[in-house]
């Protein structure tokens, strides 16, 4: 909302300062900065007024060193991290911008999914929660939205230049370009690292590449979404890896944004991508400022009213970025965590019916219950999953400067 303000103010008006607003590192900063004094400023009277409305944490008696004490935790804490992202991104970004709405839809629909989970868990006293087939249905149909619209919306478009940008005496030259309405992504590791959905689905005729990428997109979408919400089971993992995740798609995103190290580090250019920039970091501040209160030992927990909405927007911000491939290395701790469930209980039921009693792999699933289970301290477990999650994002960007 500031964003048109200051563009009058500078372009009309001609207010001296006002041109700052325009640098995308300006407004990056200010965002994450307001997302920070958010969580953190109002948070305690966030998690105040959610212990005063008794909304506590229904912990289920899994046999866990400490488990007992967190039962009465506040939760619905995502509420805190909703707002760190979607008030910060209103007021910096530019809300015009067709990524940005997507973001902001898919933040508010998925947080909305996962508040109506945590409702009917804490009021309705059902700790199942909202039945997962609503949930998918939830994710699919965000899924069909995000999906048609980068498929289908003109302004989703990449840039391709017919020689490269130069520098000559300080002065940046541009070459003639065009926008092109193509749905290529990047291949991780590659040489030539480009997959055109168009080329491989294309050859079953014109209806079948919106059809088989709109069922990628809601693949995506539904895996990342549920694996952040497997992921947050012990205090400040899940905010912890989503912000390095974000930090790493903020540096993807600047550019992507920008003509002249895109080029260089051989990235798809994405026009208006950089105000994406400003989404990630109220996205980073928001999840830094609720690990303020969600570190060990946690003041509140975020429910699936963050949980869902972290991974679905991780999701979204890769697909706009065309990064998609790259989430089974960047977000390596949320698809761990779902393989884990997923390993645990096809072996279970596959030696149930072989050997008439089922077996585990995991002394218990998700993956950072397992550690517990051998005594290690949930502290400890959070740390090493948050090393492994920089070591991720590390190799991620690695891929930048492979041609």
Not at 62 to 82: D, F, S, V
Not at 225 to 235: Q, R, W, Y
Not at 323 to 328: N, W
Request: charged share 15%; proline share 3%.
């Amino acid at each position: 909302m500031l964003y048109p303000l200051f563009e009058y103010f500078d372009k009309v008006l001609d207010i001296p300062g006002t041109g700052v607003f325009r640098y995308i590192s300006f407004r990056a900063g200010m965002a994450a900065l307001v997302s920070l004094l958010i969580t953190i400023t109002f948070g305690q009277n966030i998690i105040a007024w959610i212990r005063n409305k008794q909304i506590g944490e229904t912990v289920r008696d899994l046999g866990l060193e400490g488990q007992n004490e967190k039962k009465g935790t506040p939760t619905m804490g995502g509420l805190m991290i909703m707002a760190g992202i979607i008030i910060p991104t209103l007021l910096f970004a530019n809300i015009n911008n067709i990524y940005i709405i997507l973001l902001l839809i898919t933040t508010i629909w998925l947080g909305g999914i996962g508040f109506l989970d945590d409702y009917i868990k804490v009021f309705r006293k059902n700790k199942d929660g909202l039945a997962g087939r609503f949930k998918i249905v939830g994710q699919i149909v965000i899924g069909v939205v995000v999906g048609a619209t980068l498929y289908f919306h003109d302004g989703v478009v990449v840039r391709e230049f017919t020689n490269p940008v130069s520098i000559e005496e300080g002065v940046v030259e541009t070459p003639a370009f065009r926008d092109v309405k193509t749905m290529k992504t990047t291949i991780p590791f590659m040489k030539n690292n480009e997959l055109n959905y168009e080329r491989v689905f294309g050859f079953m005729g014109d209806f079948a590449t919106p059809i088989f990428y709109i069922l990628i997109v809601i693949f995506i979408v539904t895996a990342v979404s549920n694996g952040a919400n497997i992921t947050d089971g012990i205090d400040g993992l899940a905010a912890g890896t989503s912000a390095i995740i974000g930090l790493t798609i903020a540096i993807f995103a600047y550019i992507s944004g920008n003509a002249i190290f895109s080029q260089y580090l051989n990235v798809f250019f994405i026009p208006n991508s950089a105000e994406l920039v400003i989404f990630c970091a109220a996205f980073v501040g928001a999840c830094v400022g609720f690990l303020w209160y969600n570190a060990y030992p946690a003041q509140v927990f975020m429910g699936d009213t963050g949980s869902l909405m972290l991974g679905g927007v991780i999701a979204v911000l890769s697909l706009t970025l065309r990064k998609e491939l790259l989430i089974p290395v960047l977000c390596g701790i949320f698809v761990i965590e779902n393989a884990s469930v997923i390993i645990q209980v096809s072996y279970f039921k596959y030696t149930k019916k072989k050997y008439g009693e089922g077996r585990r792999i995991f002394l218990m699933s998700p993956l950072h219950h397992h550690y517990q289970k051998k005594n290690i301290h949930e502290a400890k477990i959070v740390t090493r999953f948050w090393i492994i999650g920089i070591l991720l994002a590390i190799i991620t960007l690695a891929t930048l400067k492979l041609r």
